[in-house]
Structures are given as structure tokens and as C-alpha cells.
């Protein structure tokens, strides 16, 4: 570990979380001894990485048959199942958990904040997925949580690190929220910029004019071939010629990741795809009925039976139209016009046929086209700048923590308070009296009932 996290600090010492807290011990209540107020926590409750308090239940609301962990204001509360690695919080009032959660409370010798980082680093996260155990449901057992390893700063200095953490960590999530708005105010641009495509008015410049000039109203089937359903057939894993299916339309594009085949030369000639080729989605959830791709000739594929093929007669760009569809009046009308069933919504040819299209002449669509691609090319830009910065930043946590426990964060208050980290402050000093104070409570005599 020290190789890790780099040279142990003046006044730290290298140890296990078993030497600061008897990890895995925890008093136990029934549902007979709490009243209907008591909070119960589940890892249900606890969102994944951040720490955070999803939703506080009280036995009233959740009764249990089995016993529950019992804890305190200010525990750490720790999950111990893999599949719930990082539920992790602080108590901020009592309560009884179930038991694979464990309360973890190194008081009055340390801090609990401080002990609540540390199972947030990598080290600890490290050791942990190597040591768990369990094929279905694997855990960290009590002996493998007392051998866990840990580095203990001074107390005084404990408290400066948790201070600090505090502050820094916070202004990671507020970056990490803001950040995580950003794809979300890039969808509504893209869907912004569709209905000014579709009204007419990205381009209102470019006709020098306010008016629709030549521009058709009629339904799609005025301006493409009869659409037509794709293959019924059954798919493989593996073949010649890619099937297309519903999850293979993304946000207006083709997915080229998870792909079935088919090899029959019939079902090849009957439903293959040629470049400019629209593709509907006709059955899927209220949601997502509807959603519309278009085949460039990127390569060889037929499109499977809950897609609807859209072939665009002379007078339509099918880049517009592949537009046109995705724009939020499209998104409306076909939720309108959708047929539900249990746990799905069907939309068929010839409502597709009765959607409404203001067809603009070819050299304005071309330019319509033009200018979406020019304005989604930007935000699909942004958006993998976003990414990256995501990234850096899910990373930062990390860093941070590091250089918290490498003592870099307190380098100057170290320098300031030598008398704090030195002596009986150092965490040499500090180890003792836990170990002292143990065996004081081992030698205490029961009392007699």
C-alpha cells in the first residue's frame, strides 16, 4: 500500500481497518424493539457512487421479518455485497439497516468522516474486488474487513483532511451536475433545430423571405412509394447480410453494434436496403414508436418486420425526410396516432402514410439538410468535448482522495503544527490507546443480570 499511495507522511502509520474498528460487529434489533418511526435503511436505498441518500422508509412504511443492524448518528455505513460496491454513506440520524450493511463507527479515537474516504479510494476499492467472496452475491467478510488496509493520519489531522475533502469533493459533484445537464440541453437544441428545419424557418434567410415559396402540403404517401415491412424470418448470430432490428435506430442513425444475420438469398433479395432508404420504427414502446433512421449504403442489410421501409419518390431528399421524422412534430403525431397494446404501441404503413409533410422544393431541402448537418456537427462536437470532461472528471475524485491520503492536502498544516502530528498526537501514539482502551474493555468484568 505504501508503494501505492507513495511515502507514509510524518506522524502516519500503515495499518488494517481492523485496528480502529471492529469491522463486521454490529448490535442487532427485531421489528418488537423499534416503533413504527424508525428509519430502515436498504442498499436499495443508497444511490451507487455518489454517497447518496435515495429515500428514507420508516418501519411503518417497510416492515421486516428478520433482525436489522442496529445505528448511530455519525456511523459509516458500509455495503457489503459487490454488486453494491461504493453504497456507502454517513448516518445523519439513528436507525436499524439490514445486515449487509455494515455500521462502522471508529469513535472517540477517530473520525468517522475520515474513515468514510477512505473506503471511498482506490486502495481500499482494490483490495476488496481482489479478496471478495461468494459466487452469486460476493461480499467482504469480517476478517477480510478487519485485514483491509488503512493509514492513519493523527487525529487533529484527520479532522483537517475530512474538512478538506468536504469542500473539494463538493465542487467535483457541482461540476459533474452541470456537466451532466449539458446532454440534455443538447438534445433540446437538436430538437430545436428540427422544428425550425421542418417549419421553415432555419432558412427563412436564405429564401429572403418569410413566406413557405413553393413549398407542397400534402401526406408522405404523396411523396414516397408504398412503404413496405420488413423480414418476419428468423435471425442468426451469425450469417452474410446484417438484419436491421428496432435497436439498431439511433437518434436519427444506423447502430452497426448488435447485429443478427440471415443468409437466405430470398429473404436478401426481397428486403435489401439501398442508400437513402428510411427506416420506421413501428413497434415499440409509446415512447419510442416511430423513432426513424436512414441507410447510407454503408454495407450489405435487409431490415427485419417491426421496421417499415420508406422509399422517397424524385421530389424528396430522404435526408430531409430522415429529418423530418425525428423532429418533435413527428415525435407528436405519432404518439397520437399510435395503437397500444400491453406493453407496446404499433403505428402501420398507412398511418405513416397519413402524416402531414409540407414538402419544400429540392434545392431548399438540400439546403435545409445542409444546414441541420452543419448545426448537429457542432453539437456532436460539444458533446464528445462533455465526454471527455466527464471522464477527467469521474477521475478527479480519485486524484483527490490520493493526494488526500498521501497527505498533500495538509502539507502546509503539518509544517504549521508539528506539535499536533508529533508525539502523544502522532497515530503511532493515537493506535496505542485504541489497543489500550481494548484491552481495558476485554478485562471489564460482566455485569451480572
Not at 420508516?58 to 459509516?76: L, Q, W
Not at 456532436?380 to 492536502?409: C, H, P, W, Y
Request: aromatic share 8%; net charge positive.
Amino acid at each position: 500500500m505504501a508503494e501505492a499511495f507513495g511515502n507514509l507522511p510524518d506522524g502516519w502509520i500503515d495499518t488494517n481497518l481492523g485496528s480502529v474498528t471492529e469491522y463486521g460487529k454490529a448490535s442487532k434489533k427485531t421489528i418488537a424493539d423499534v416503533d413504527a418511526a424508525t428509519w430502515i435503511l436498504e442498499l436499495e436505498d443508497i444511490e451507487k457512487e455518489t454517497t447518496k441518500l435515495i429515500a428514507r422508509v420508516n418501519v411503518k412504511e417497510r416492515p421486516f421479518k428478520s433482525t436489522k443492524n442496529i445505528f448511530k448518528k455519525g456511523d459509516v455505513l458500509y455495503g457489503k455485497l459487490r454488486p453494491y460496491l461504493n453504497k456507502l454513506m454517513l448516518a445523519d440520524a439513528d436507525g436499524v439497516c439490514t445486515t449487509e450493511i455494515i455500521p462502522i463507527d471508529a469513535r472517540p479515537f477517530c473520525i468517522n468522516k475520515y474513515i468514510f474516504y477512505w473506503l471511498r479510494n482506490s486502495i481500499f476499492l482494490s483490495y476488496v474486488n481482489e479478496v471478495s467472496y461468494g459466487v452469486n452475491m460476493p461480499r467482504l467478510g469480517t476478517s477480510d474487513g478487519n485485514n483491509a488496509p488503512f493509514r492513519l493520519a493523527p487525529y487533529y489531522e484527520q479532522k483537517v483532511i475530512a474538512e478538506k475533502l468536504d469542500l473539494l469533493l463538493a465542487q467535483v459533484d457541482s461540476i459533474k451536475t452541470r456537466l451532466d445537464q449539458i446532454p440534455q440541453i443538447l438534445k433540446r437544441f437538436r430538437q430545436a433545430v428540427l422544428s425550425a428545419a421542418v417549419s421553415g424557418k432555419l432558412t427563412e434567410e436564405w429564401r429572403i423571405s418569410s413566406e413557405l415559396l413553393n413549398w407542397k402540403q400534402g401526406l408522405l404517401g404523396d411523396f414516397v412509394k408504398k412503404p413496405s415491412y420488413g423480414s418476419s424470418a428468423k435471425s442468426e448470430k451469425e450469417g452474410k447480410v446484417p438484419v436491421l432490428r428496432m435497436g439498431n435506430l439511433q437518434n436519427g442513425k444506423l447502430d452497426w453494434t448488435d447485429l443478427v444475420y440471415t443468409s437466405d438469398k430470398h429473404e436478401i433479395k426481397k428486403y435489401s436496403l439501398q442508400a437513402g432508404d428510411v427506416l420506421f420504427n413501428r413497434t415499440n414502446s409509446p415512447e419510442l414508436v416511430g423513432k426513424t433512421s436512414i441507410f447510407r449504403g454503408e454495407r450489405e442489410a435487409i431490415y427485419a418486420g417491426y421496421l417499415i421501409k420508406v422509399e422517397c419518390l424524385p421530389v424528396l431528399n430522404s435526408e430531409f425526410l430522415n429529418y423530418h421524422l425525428n423532429s418533435p412534430i413527428a415525435r407528436q403525431y405519432c404518439y397520437a396516432v399510435k395503437s397500444d397494446g400491453v406493453s407496446q404501441s404499433n403505428i402501420n404503413a398507412q398511418k405513416l402514410s397519413a402524416y402531414p409533410l409540407n414538402c419544400p422544393p429540392l434545392e431548399e431541402q438540400t439546403e435545409i439538410v445542409a444546414r441541420v448537418e452543419k448545426l448537429f456537427a457542432w453539437a456532436d462536437n460539444i458533446e464528445k468535448q462533455v465526454a471527455e470532461a466527464q471522464k477527467r472528471v469521474n477521475n478527479l475524485t480519485q486524484s483527490i482522495l490520493a493526494k488526500a491520503f498521501r497527505g498533500e492536502l495538509t502539507e502546509q498544516w503539518r509544517k504549521d503544527n508539528p506539535d499536533l502530528i508529533s508525539g502523544e498526537n502522532s497515530a503511532a501514539a493515537l493506535l496505542d490507546r485504541i489497543k489500550a482502551e481494548r484491552a481495558a474493555q476485554t478485562k471489564k468484568p460482566k455485569k451480572k443480570v
